[in-house]
Nanobody
């Protein structure tokens, strides 16, 4: 079993930055693909970014060029650096882990096995 705990959310003005962190338990963290998803009020949860053990990455078009996903396997932590934030980035952000693959950068919820509890990000205009 893997436990994921997100942190770093908060309130920021449009154009600002935030860095989210996701701390994972378990000794096999480095072999998991890790992903970030978000869910805005009244909307379905959507894919944001994913990173493989090799540090290959994949981004949703809506965040490409503004967000950066990274990982520190020694610390069992994955990060999401969010720059040039927009009000439409307001959502609860979730960290997820795919225990079945170390390389497949899935963008669907069904691709991931473990989920964190989420952290709120609010961007004011």
């Amino acid at each position: 079993q893997v436990q994921l705990v997100e942190s770093g959310g908060g309130l920021v003005q449009a154009g600002g930055s935030l860095r989210l962190s996701c701390a994972a338990s378990g000794r096999t963290f480095s072999s998991y693909v890790m992903g970030w998803f978000r869910q805005a009020p009244g909307k379905e949860r959507e894919f944001v970014a994913a990173i493989a053990w090799s540090r290959n990455t994949y981004y949703a078009d809506s965040v490409k060029g503004r967000f950066t996903i990274s990982r520190d396997n020694a610390k069992n932590t994955v990060y999401l650096q969010m720059n040039s934030l927009k009000p439409e980035d307001t959502a609860v952000y979730y960290c997820a882990a795919d225990r079945t693959s170390s390389w497949y950068l899935g963008s669907q919820e069904k691709d991931y096995d473990y989920w964190g509890q989420g952290t709120q990000v609010t961007v004011s205009s």
